[in-house]
């Protein structure tokens, strides 16, 4: 098992960008292709937010050769602190509500925005 070291990759302690995360996204699905298993490890990471998350782990949803059965048997994730798993936990939700019927969510969401 191959493992990927948030705070190496991004060279620091702080993941909140989108860019960073397509850059772990990028790895990890390097490893994916080739169905080997990867390992995340969060270790030393002081704060994370969504957008680093979506980026990172919810856009792999996006592809439906990543089942939830694939991720769980080829991606592991390492040293996820109590206070982030609630995070998550809501980042997986969302990104499979949205790519099980993105054009719908997409209408909702423009609706909303535009008072319709």
């Given amino acids: 098992m191959s493992t990927i070291i948030i705070r190496e990759i991004i060279k620091g302690d702080i993941a909140v960008s989108t860019s960073d995360g397509d850059l772990i996204h990028d790895l ?38 990543y089942s939830d059965d694939f991720l769980n048997k080829y991606l592991n994730l390492k040293n996820v602190a109590k206070e982030d798993r609630i995070l998550f936990s809501e980042v997986v939700k969302r990104a499979k509500e949205y790519f099980r019927d993105k054009d719908r969510f997409e209408d909702s969401t423009n609706s909303i925005i535009n008072g319709d």
């Fill in 28 to 65: 990890i699905t390097d490893y994916l292709k080739k169905n080997e298993t990867v390992a995340v490890d969060f270790e030393g990471i002081s704060i994370m937010t969504t957008a680093f998350l979506n980026a990172a782990i919810g856009q792999l949803y996006s592809n439906p050769t």
